[in-house]
């Protein structure tokens, strides 16, 4: 069930990200990673394991609707929801400023490994990629954080508001 | 595996993760050299794979070959040992009909030269002592082989036929203590008669001390015996002494290599003395 529901959000984050995203950010600098944001989120709540499949599926997913190197996309994301998934299980990531970190170690991971292997293989170059990962890592751990709390606040918030419509009756 | 036991092992599922994009990634990429990073990194590493079960093979098969097998090498080892000595055994064949041949061919030989009525026969036994040097040969009174026939080979003069039966002779030959035979030297005529010691060896005895014997002189049949041909011969002197008596005292080696006595003539022209001897009487 969690495993559908992980699969879900890949799956709505990426076609948030090639449709809304580009116009909700479009002032921004920093290119917002959202299926990223939810891989962290899954690797965080489920564990490492669940965190490599999503980390995988989502990956290559973006990979296949791109036009890069199917799989450089996909290993980067394994590896950041194997980290979200084991610094999960080994810390207490519930607060939101220890989520803001990991969600900024977790995208320097994937650009360094993205941008590192792209350049590693010599399929292209990127230009002043440490101003661009140094942006998009605080840009991805504010929305991502803002995220979680939604997320995780929203449950509650609907069982509050039931209640008191419960209670005026 | 179950799928709880894969929750358990992150590492695992990892590093298939991980593989799975290395080799994704490796499809799509080529090398400096220009060819696909997988098709090069596969087949470095199937290569190595390859390398490494040919190493094991070679080895399974150099220990089968070195030891497995050698059952089968051993009994081939036993076959061809076995080949090889059937082999030998025929070469010694091969050689004893080449010599019997060869003696075959001298005896024709000396069947011509000596114009003589004469039968070969083959020794097919020895003596049964060895006090007394006989043989016996596989002719006897069937062909027409009768008491004191001379028997020869291409060598020189053997010895007498004593007993003849219907299909074989017993022969008694010259160097034994009883046989005799009229023997002169070749080079000087002199005359006398040769006897046999026992030892291998022949005496020549009655030869005057004034005759002129020298080692080395031959010595042939005289025929003055009725037994042997004329002028076969018998040995060589070798040693002879002047006695203290009238006669020398010779020792001669025989021409024969008695030992070594295969196939034989039988001579069934009596000697001219013999022929001279049967017809006085008739006169």
Known sequence: ?169 | MAIADIKQRPGVVLGGAILLHVILISAQVNTASGLPVLQVVTFGSFSEVQRGTMAVIDGVRGLWSGYVALQQVQEENNALKQEMAAMQVRLQQERTEAQRTDNLRQLLELRERAQLDTVAAEVIAGGASPDFKTVTIDKGSSDSLATDMAVISPAGVVGRVILPSRRASKVQLLIDRNAAAGALIERTRVQGVVVGIGDGMLRMQYVPGTADVKTGDLVVTSGIDGIYPKGFVIGMIDHADRGAGAYHEIVIRPAVDFSRLEEVLIVRTPPASRTAVDEEPGK
């Open chain 1, 1 to 169: 069930m969690r495993g559908a529901a992980a699969l879900a959000a890949i799956l709505i984050s990426i076609a948030v990200q090639t449709t809304l995203a580009r116009y909700i950010f479009a002032g921004s600098s920093a290119a917002i990673d959202l299926v990223l944001i939810v891989v962290v989120y899954v690797g965080i709540k489920s564990g490492p394991v669940t965190g490599v499949v999503a980390g995988t599926v989502a990956g290559l997913t973006v990979d296949a609707l791109s036009s890069g190197i199917l799989g450089i996309g996909g290993l980067a994301k394994t590896l950041v929801g194997f980290l979200s998934g084991l610094l999960g299980t080994q810390f207490i990531v519930t607060a939101p400023l220890p989520r803001f970190l990991l969600l900024v170690v977790a995208t320097v991971l994937h650009q360094a490994v993205f941008t590192g292997l792209y350049q590693l293989l010599n399929l292209g170059q990127f230009p002043a990629p440490y101003t661009s990962i140094v942006g998009q890592a605080f840009g991805n751990a504010f929305v991502g954080v803002v995220a979680f709390q939604m997320i995780e606040w929203f449950p509650g918030f609907v069982d509050r508001r039931r209640a008191g419509r419960f209670l005026k009756r």
